[in-house]
């Protein structure tokens, strides 16, 4: 009102001001123990509900672990790994028991002559800790001092081979025969050493020979082995 007096206009602005003051007291009197509202999904706040793990369809995981599968009586194994429970484990079939040159000793024993006959036993000692076997003939040859081979190789004669078991320390002996060169009339030579080869093995063994002449070639110049048997010979 444009004629209203000052004392009216005061009064008015009081009451508006009690009104207000009123007002903001009311929004200031809330319960201060009230607790917070909570909070509604899609908030910043990580997820803290755990859910129940899905069932297991036998994936790897991301480390590449197979993820085991349940089997029938409640057992598991993992998908992809053998079922070594059942397994039947083969022995190595490949590991023989077959006497090996290095663990073997060589001997020639003494001759025991008769009929025309020198007979001379080649004699192999186990001198190794293990328990081996020797089946067979041996290989033989007579060398002169530079290595080179005096006569041809020696004869097999017929015989059925046996395997000889060798406990650490035993031997087993193969005859080594040829006729008497000065019976026979055939050449002579006189070895420095008979090379022996245990069987199926490659590397030989030397052995000093002192059984004097032995027949190279000629007549009746034939030397023969027998097959191993056990003992040395004597």
Sequence with gaps: MANSSPARRRGTLLVGSAAVLGLLTACGNGDVGAAP???VSGSAAPATETSSPAEST???DPAGT?????QSGGTTKPSSAPDTATRTVKPDSAKSTRCHTSELRAAVGRNDPGAGQE???VVLTNKSSRTCTLRGYPGAAFVNASGTQLGPDPQRTSGSPVTVT???GQSAWAGLTFSNPQISGA???KPAS???TPP???DPLKVTWTGGTVPVSGNSSSVRLTVFAPGSGA
């Design 37 to 39: 509202a909570k909070t």
């Design 58 to 60: 036998g994936s790897p």
């Design 66 to 70: 197979p993820s085991p599968v349940t």
């Design 119 to 121: 007979n001379f036993p």
């Design 166 to 168: 060798l406990r650490p």
């Design 187 to 189: 050449k002579t030579g």
């Design 194 to 196: 008979l090379v022996i």
């Design 200 to 202: 199926d093995e490659r």
